[in-house]
């Protein structure tokens, strides 16, 4: 079998059109989330369970551009939304992607303020570092996201102040990934985790697997516009949809996970490493690839001025 037969049939499986990859995925996500309801873990209806919403992840992954386009091709048809498109700025929220990502950046600066105040008393009170390393993680979050915005509203056409922006926000990841490896140390050694009141988890378990997904598509996607600013916004989207995921885990597992305590440490320090080396990998590549895009600006800006 040769290796583009390989490639098409993986495709086959993989890469549903939209309306098979919804009726699979969403029957698949409430069986599991019924299984970890009602603690049915090592029966035969768990492991079809698990297997069903990994295969439901992946083509919900693959599919999600084809479903999100078809989504947005019928939603475009209906009325309300023909209305809301007569009134100018639902029309550039809808239809410029500059003006979506300036906004998302305010109501993602603005929460994480929020966070951080949260973060920060809870701290003093009950004198935890543990609310203190997420205070410096939102905080960090809020310090690129207006970094990101005070450029957005003033220097639009500077190229290399485009670049440095970007540089800016992957120094500041090293430092944000030194407090997110203080929080899986904390939840590791102190076995701590989040925690959220009954069907809550549930609700939050859709919100991270959509953050994450929703972050890796815009991350590819808006590189297209050739913007390192609207680049690094997605960057940051992403990074919070990982430890989003993160919590997540941590709160499964402090809630079904019983008292496998031995079990809950290695699956919060995997996810967690992975969660760090991902956001190290990142901050190492905005880095090194905006300060070699700003070099060359430089050399050819000194060569243009030494030729006249």
Not at 37 to 65: D, F, P, W
């Amino acid at each position: 079998m040769n290796l583009q037969r390989m490639t098409d049939i993986l495709k086959k499986i993989f890469k549903l059109p939209p309306i098979p990859t919804i009726l699979i995925s969403v029957p698949s996500f409430v069986l599991v989330i019924y299984v970890l309801a009602n603690n049915m873990e090592n029966k035969a209806i768990s492991y079809v369970a698990y297997t069903l919403s990994a295969y439901a992840m992946v083509i919900t992954i693959t599919g999600m551009a084809e479903m999100i386009r078809l989504i947005r091709h019928g939603i475009e048809n209906h009325p309300f939304v023909r209305k809301a498109l007569s009134i100018p700025i639902f029309e550039k929220f809808l239809k410029e992607a500059e003006f979506r990502t300036e906004t998302s950046l305010y109501r993602g600066f603005f929460i994480n303020l929020l966070y951080v105040a949260l973060k920060f008393f809870s701290g003093i009170y009950y004198r935890s570092i543990w609310f203190g390393s997420l205070a410096v993680y939102y905080l960090l979050l809020a310090v690129m996201r207006f970094s990101l915005l005070h450029y957005v509203r003033s220097r639009k056409d500077d190229r290399v102040s485009q670049w440095k922006r970007y540089r800016f926000c992957g120094i500041v990841l090293l430092f944000m990934n030194q407090a997110l490896a203080a929080i899986v140390v904390i939840v590791v050694k102190q076995n701590k985790g989040f925690e959220y009141a009954g069907a809550l988890i549930y609700a939050m378990a859709l919100y991270a697997f959509y953050a994450v997904i929703i972050s890796v598509i815009n991350v590819i996607k808006f590189r297209k516009y050739g913007s390192p600013v609207m680049s690094a916004a997605k960057v940051i989207n992403l990074t919070a949809a990982l430890v989003s995921m993160l919590s997540l885990e941590t709160a499964m597992l402090a809630q079904f996970g019983g008292d496998e305590v031995m079990f809950r440490r290695i699956m919060t320090s995997a996810t967690g490493t992975g969660v760090c080396v991902i956001v190290l990998g990142m901050a190492v590549f905005m880095i090194a690839k905006s300060t070699k895009v700003i070099n060359n600006m430089n050399q050819d800006e000194m060569a243009g001025g030494n030729a006249l």
